[in-house]
C-alpha cells in the first residue's frame, strides 16, 4: 500500500511511502488508516525525506507551539542562507556526523582570503547553527523520523570568548560625555550601564514604568527586531518573560528628571503635544519608542568616534562586571540582569586586578599579621 507524504520540498513531486502488509484485507486496510493517521501527525517523510523537509516542517512547529516570532524569524534566516543551500538535499537518514562536521569545516574556511584578510564565519556563529541543527534533529527524532541525532556525535568548534574587557566607570563618562547635545543617546548609555538592561528592555521602557516616589523602575516589556521593524514582546529569560523591577538611586533618578525635563522643552520647540505616559526613549516626546537596532548602530557609532570599544552589550558588561566587584552578592546582581547566578559568573563577571589587589592584601594580612 502507498500514502501520500506531501511534496518534495525540492523538486516539488509528490512523494509516497510504502509498506507491505502480509495477511487479510481486513489487516490491510486497518494498517493502512494506522499509517495514514501516523502521516497527518508528521511522523514520516520517507524514505528520502531530506533535511530541508524537516527544517522546514520544524519551523512551522515551533510556530505552532508558540515560540516567539522574532526567534522563528532568526531561524529561517540561517536556515535559508547556510543550512538548507549545503544540506537541504541530504536524506535524513543518510545524514552523518561526519557530513556536520564537514559544513562546519566549510562554513569557517568559506571566504578565507589570506591576502585580503577575509574569514569565514565565527566559531560561536558556527556553534548558533549547530544548535539549531541539534534542535531539529533532536525532534526528528520525537517524530520517529530518524532513530538517532547526528548532530550528538558531531564537532562544533569550541566556544570562543570575546578579547574585549568589560568598560571602566571613566570610559563610560568619557562616551557619555562624547554624546554633547544628544541627551537621548546620553541617557540611554547612562540607563543601560546603571541598570545593565538590554537594549530591546531599554526600548521598551514607558514612563509609566518609572515609580519617582520610590526611586524605582519596571522592565516589563522588550521591543526587538523583526519583520516590518520593532515589536514589542515580553522579557527575555527563563522565567518565561516575567516583569523585573530595579532600584535607581539619586543620580539614575537625576538622570531620568533631567531627561523629562528635556523632552518637555523638545515638545515646546517641535510645537507638538507630549505623551506622558508613552515612550521613554524617544525621539519625538514619547510617541514613537526607540529603536533598536538604530540604538545599537548610535553607541558603537560613537564609541569608534571616541576610541572606547563599547556597544549596548558592553554597557550590560560592565554593569555586571562593576556589581560583583563592588561586593553586591551574586544573586542580587543576577536578578538586577535577568540571568542566573551561574550564567552571571560564567559570562559576564570580569577579572579585575583592583579587586584582585584588595584580596592579596586580605589575605596576606591573615597570614602574615596586620604589621606585615
Known amino acids: 500500500m502507498r500514502v501520500y507524504v506531501g511534496p518534495d520540498p525540492s523538486t516539488k513531486r ?63 534566516t540561517v536556515i535559508d542562507a547556510h543550512l538548507s543551500p549545503a544540506l537541504g538535499t541530504v ?54 523520523w530518524i532513530d538517532k541525532n547526528p548532530a550528538a556525535a558531531a564537532s562544533p568548534p569550541g566556544k570562543k570568548k570575546s578579547g574585549r574587557k568589560a568598560p571602566e566607570p571613566a570610559q563610560i563618562r568619557a562616551l557619555i560625555d562624547a554624546c554633547e547635545d544628544d541627551v537621548d543617546l546620553a541617557t540611554a548609555i547612562a540607563l543601560g550601564a546603571i541598570t545593565g538592561a538590554r537594549r530591546g528592555e531599554l526600548c521598551g521602557l514607558q514612563w509609566t514604568d518609572v515609580d519617582w516616589d520610590e526611586a524605582k523602575i519596571r522592565f516589563e516589556r522588550q521591543r526587538v527586531p523583526g519583520k516590518g521593524g520593532d515589536h514589542t514582546t515580553p522579557l527575555k529569560g527563563r522565567d518565561g518573560g516575567d516583569a523585573k523591577t530595579l532600584s535607581l538611586g539619586a543620580g539614575g533618578v537625576a538622570i531620568l528628571r533631567r531627561y523629562w525635563e528635556a523632552l518637555d522643552a523638545r515638545a515646546s520647540e517641535l510645537g507638538i503635544e507630549r505623551d506622558p505616559a508613552g515612550w521613554l526613549l524617544s525621539h519625538d516626546c514619547g510617541h514613537t519608542p526607540m529603536n533598536a537596532k538604530g540604538l545599537g548602530h548610535s553607541i558603537t557609532a560613537l ?62 594580612a591573615m597570614v602574615l599579621g596586620p604589621e606585615a
Do not use: C
Open 14 to 76: 509528490p512523494r509516497q511511502i510504502e509498506r507491505t502488509v502480509r495477511g487479510t484485507k481486513t489487516a490491510a486496510e486497518a494498517e493502512r488508516r494506522k499509517l495514514e493517521r501516523e502521516v497527518s501527525e508528521g511522523k514520516h517523510v520517507g524514505a528520502k525525506g531530506t533535511v530541508a523537509e524537516l527544517l522546514a516542517t520544524w519551523l512551522e512547529h515551533l510556530e505552532r507551539v508558540g515560540r516567539r516570532s522574532v526567534t522563528v524569524d532568526t531561524y529561517r
Open 91 to 144: 536524506q535524513l537518514r543518510k545524514l552523518t556526523a561526519y557530513d556536520l562536521d564537514a559544513y562546519y569545516k566549510s562554513k569557517a574556511q568559506a571566504g578565507g582570503n589570506a591576502r585580503t584578510k577575509t574569514t569565514g564565519l565565527g566559531p560561536n556563529t558556527i556553534r548558533q547553527h549547530h544548535a539549531l541543527l541539534s534542535s531539529a534533529l533532536t525532534q526528528a527524532v520525537r517524530w520517529g
Open 303 to 364: 564609541g569608534q568616534r571616541a576610541g572606547l570599544p563599547v556597544t549596548t552589550h558592553y554597557l550590560r558588561y560592565f554593569a555586571a562586571t562593576q556589581m560583583v566587584g563592588a561586593g553586591v552578592d551574586i544573586r542580587t546582581a543576577a536578578g538586577r540582569l535577568g540571568h542566573t547566578p551561574e550564567m552571571l559568573l560564567r559570562v559576564y563577571a570580569d577579572f579585575m586586578p583592583s579587586r584582585d589587589l584588595e584580596a592579596a592584601r586580605g589575605l596576606e
